[in-house]
């Protein structure tokens, strides 16, 4: 500029003679000149990261006198593009952004925007870059990832000029190069194999089957947090909770499962065990003997659904035959010491024969004599209702009478009132008679004492009853005494 205004004064010193200039009409011809070369020199003030630039001396460094190569004179300086287009990656590895000047307008002043976007930021096709935005990450304003937090390698480019506030440079493609590690390292970098664009949650492209631990049965309806452990650390904003996915134990059922057996059957759970429920049960070989109640007699030969129905349940209970068996005696021998419990009659061989024994008889209050030990337990004990598990055992009195039926058909009640049949009969037999004829109304006396007690009390027939008469009998000695020997008994 200083040579073009030494020309001019030359010039002016040649034409003053001339008497076409004055001092004032010079000064201002002189003024519209320099600012004419001016702005044909430079058309405005560069952005204030190229203002080291300004001067005719450094036009050259970025302008070509041929106007064709300029973007060879920016990589110059922005060695981070270079390295970029010679890996023909990002926007302006593409064709279309091969000049420069296309969308970073220079000699607009020290705080004009370089970066010219189109219609605005917010028009800018993001495909461009080789990173086309899809799902959540379309709604995003550009400074939400491109920003201080994100750029990867900042020293670096720090170096080579780039202005870290400014910059749409280096961002990773990695997820985490911008979301922190829910995993805290656990799983894949590549968070793609599980989750998508649209969302964190839920992960669509997850599948347990492609884990060492493929999920079958009921395992496939647990929620995640069931097995893999919630971690509260608190670290920092977004360290706050994780679920533990590594170091979740799964070789043995019993890493997450209480041992419902206690060690009695061992720790391989699959023996007996399946996913598909706790109570479908593999039975095959499995060893009763083990558990708390081992299966014998009548009971081995039970099936398993018999007592723990279509699905093996834990917690069965099996203290008291009660708990399976229905009470055939409905309560009746609550009040014994044992409390009515089964084993005190029978056994697990067989409901039959009771284990009930004479000798346990001789302890209720009707102890077994004579002839009632040779009666079968079910001639007293009678079934009431024609079901099978329905027998008395409990009776309201012990008199003969509750079991037999009287044969004197009512004649002898006054003795049966006084003391039973047992003032004439004895347990041993019927037919030994003990009868004290002096407490009726004819003595026995002299031979009379002798006779058979058939010779007098004639046996009967009434309808169906057969029995032996003992009252209404003549006391007349003619009755049994006379010519006729047969004899006519009285009547009335």
Known sequence: MAGLIDLLMKWAEQIAPLGFFNLATFCICTFLVVDMAKTQISPGELHQSHAFLEGLDNCNRCHDPKRDNMAENCLACHTVIKQ???????????????????????????????????????????????????????????????????????????????????????????????????????????????????????APGFDHSRTVYPLTGRHEQVDCIKCHIQIVSGAGKDDKAYLTYASTKHNQCSDCHSDAHKGRLGLNCNQCHNTSGWGSVKMTNFDHSRTNYPLLGMHA???????????????????????????????????????GACEECHSVQGFLPSSFTMLNHEETLFPLTGAHRAIACIECHVNTSGKNSEYQFSFESLRCLECHQDPHNGQVSKFLNAGGCESCHQSQSWVSINFDHEKTNFPLEGAHIGVPCTKCHKSEVSGKNHFIRFKPVSTKCSTCHSGNVAGERLKG
């Open 301 to 339: 030969q039970v099936a398993c659904e018999k007592c723990h129905g279509d699905r093996i349940t834990k917690g069965l209970k099996f203290a008291d035959c009660r708990n399976c068996h229905k009470d055939f005696h409905k309560g009746e021998f609550a009040n014994r010491a044992s409390k």
């Open 84 to 202: 970029q287009l010679l890996k023909s990656k990002g926007l302006h590895a593409q064709k279309e952004f091969a000049k420069c000047e296309l969308c970073h307008v220079e000699h607009q002043g020290r705080t004009f925007q370089l970066v010219y976007f189109k219609d605005g930021t917010s028009s800018f096709q993001h495909s461009t870059t080789g990173y086309k935005l899809e799902g959540k990450h379309a709604s995003l304003d550009c400074r939400n990832c491109h920003n201080n937090k994100n750029i990867q390698g900042v020293e670096d480019l720090k170096k080579q000029g780039v202005s870290i506030e400014r910059t749409y440079l280096g961002l990773n493609r990695d997820c985490l190069s911008c979301h922190f590690d829910e995993h805290r390292g656990q799983l894949s970098k590549d968070c793609f194999n599980c989750h998508t664009y649209e969302s964190w949650k839920p």
